[in-house]
């Protein structure tokens, strides 16, 4: 068999940085250890579960507890070298035996938040757990019940030590998701720097706004971006999208999954590299290239020594500057040309398109009007 030469675990093993497990496997891993104590008295430790792709990995146990019909498993979530919030934390679940017939009950523990908006994979009231950790729970624990001649029906309850505080710090608010944290992973495995995560956010952002009959949404790079957004189009939260430097993961799905009209907002740096087609905004995979912005300029009636100094800049916000001061509004060319770019992307999608560029003061410095597909 031949080494593999690209993909995910190509680029994981060239980058020599260490996977780590999603939320979702340590909760699956946290019930076995726990529903196998109550049907065999005893916890097993380390614990080894099924992956989606057959990957079998054994987590050491960092709490047990076994009383009053219940047995509580809890393992340390280990994210790798992935920036991941919940790195660190204590995935914990407790089970306790049900009547046959009764099936897998989930619920939310301490930590756990409680889907409350429509739009996501779960329904209105559900503990957000979402489908592909709910399902490896349930394969594992049938795989116990058969070893032990079991019916296999329990109640499940997954808590994240910390997890309401946590959550804080993710998407979870603005998704409708209270209380804690979600547990997630559609793999088991957290490839670090992937920023799946932060993608995949992105997308249920898109889903909860249309799931709300929301036909205008906004895909903002950062907090001051969405308060302009706000200020100008009137945005409930809940079409706000934090795309941070991801612009061409809102822009493909939103093509698979259109709305009326994207308004995309951001510091004028980072959407003149959109303008110039790069769809990572990210500083270390994209830069700004003032040549560009010198073209641009051109274009909008700047002069050949103006544009030589802009394409001289120290930085993009240096090369706005020099265009103000002489009346030429690269602003507006930035923002126009970051449209058709994003039209581009859309490929024709029925969505309408506007830009606005702010400072870093959040002051706009360049906008466009709205504009669909030809």
Not at 24 to 51: E, R
Request: charged share 20%; glycine share 12%.
């Amino acid at each position: 068999m031949t080494e593999a030469t690209g993909g995910r675990s190509a680029q994981l093993k060239h980058t020599g940085l260490r996977h780590g497990w999603t939320t979702g496997a340590c909760a699956t891993a946290a019930a076995t250890a726990a529903y196998t104590a109550l049907l065999a008295g005893d916890f097993p430790d380390p614990v080894t579960i099924t992956l989606p792709k057959g990957q079998t990995p054994a987590f050491a146990l960092a709490a047990e507890l076994m009383s009053d019909g219940r047995a509580m498993a809890g393992i340390v979530k280990d994210a790798g070298d992935d920036p991941d919030v919940t790195h660190g934390a204590l995935v914990r679940a407790t089970v306790r035996l049900l009547p046959p017939g009764t099936g897998i009950v989930f619920r939310a523990g301490p930590g756990v938040g409680t889907v409350t908006r429509p739009g996501l994979p779960l329904d209105v009231g559900e503990p957000a757990i979402n489908p592909v950790p709910r399902q490896m729970i349930r394969d594992h624990i049938a795989t116990v019940a058969a070893r032990y001649e079991a019916s296999g029906d329990a109640e499940i309850t997954i808590s994240i030590d910390n997890g309401e505080e946590i959550a804080r710090s993710t998407w979870n608010p603005r998704l409708g998701i209270l209380g804690g944290l979600s547990v997630l992973g559609t793999t088991g495995i957290v490839v670090p720097y992937s920023c799946s995560a932060w993608i995949d956010s992105i997308r249920r952002g898109v889903d909860v706004a249309r799931a709300a009959g929301r036909t205008h949404v906004a895909g903002c790079t950062g907090s001051t971006s969405e308060k302009t957004v706000v200020s100008v189009h009137g945005l409930p939260e809940d079409a706000l999208l934090d795309m941070g430097d991801f612009a061409g993961a809102v822009l493909k799905y939103v093509r698979r999954h259109p709305v009326d009209r994207l308004t995309i907002c951001g510091g004028f740096a980072k959407l003149s590299k959109l303008a110039a087609g790069h769809m990572d905004l990210h500083s270390a995979r994209s830069q700004v290239d003032k040549g560009f912005l010198a073209e641009l300029a051109r274009e909008a009636g700047a002069s050949e020594s103006l544009a030589s100094a802009i394409a001289k800049a120290n930085t993009g916000l240096a090369a706005l500057q020099l265009c103000a001061a002489q009346g030429v509004p690269l602003g507006d060319m930035v923002a126009a040309t970051a449209r058709d770019q994003a039209l581009a992307v859309l490929r024709g999608a029925p969505v309408t398109v506007d830009v606005i560029c702010i400072d870093r003061a959040g002051t706009i410095v360049g906008r466009t009007t709205p504009k669909g597909p030809a």
